[in-house]
């Protein structure tokens, strides 16, 4: 899931005290126990450990767990090759759920793979891990635009 991020594709020097603010001031993140464990220019892990007011009726993540995930760890990628006066939002994101996230936590990595001016693309990938194995649970692909802020 490795891109090569260019100098180029960096325009905030500031680049990961940004991103880490954008996480940090999402309050459903705080109230999910979302942490952003990695960072890099454009990319993001985020990590979701498993508690029960995080599962659906059998007992295993719910899939809107996953797709939070999905969304925001390709924000926080995006976020990552912004400009310093601009904000990221999601213009569009999809989520496969392929199988169901029986695990001890969740992990989301998300890579940019066409930075742009106004508009990044980035792909997704959701593991169920326990015991330090991973089994691959669902993939996004999403859309993020760069607004300027208000």
Not at 44 to 65: K, N
Request: glycine share 10%; aromatic share 8%; proline share 5%.
């Amino acid at each position: 899931m490795e891109r090569t991020m260019y100098p180029g594709d960096i325009r905030d020097p500031n680049w990961e005290k940004s991103a880490r603010e954008i996480f940090q001031a999402q309050g459903l993140m705080a109230y999910l126990g979302i942490e952003l464990q990695a960072l890099r220019p454009g990319y993001a892990m985020l990590v979701a450990p498993y508690r029960p007011e995080l599962s659906q009726q059998a007992g295993f993540f719910h899939g809107g767990v996953m797709a939070t995930l999905v969304d925001n760890s390709g924000g926080i990628a995006s976020g990552t090759l912004k400009a310093a006066d601009q904000d990221v939002l999601a213009a569009e994101f999809k989520i496969n759920l392929l199988r169901p996230g029986i695990g001890e936590r969740l992990v989301a990595e998300a890579q940019v793979v066409r930075p742009g001016r106004t508009l990044t693309v980035a792909r997704m990938e959701v593991f169920a891990e326990t015991d330090g194995k991973r089994t691959l649970c669902a993939i996004g692909q999403g859309t993020y635009a760069y607004v300027d802020r208000a």
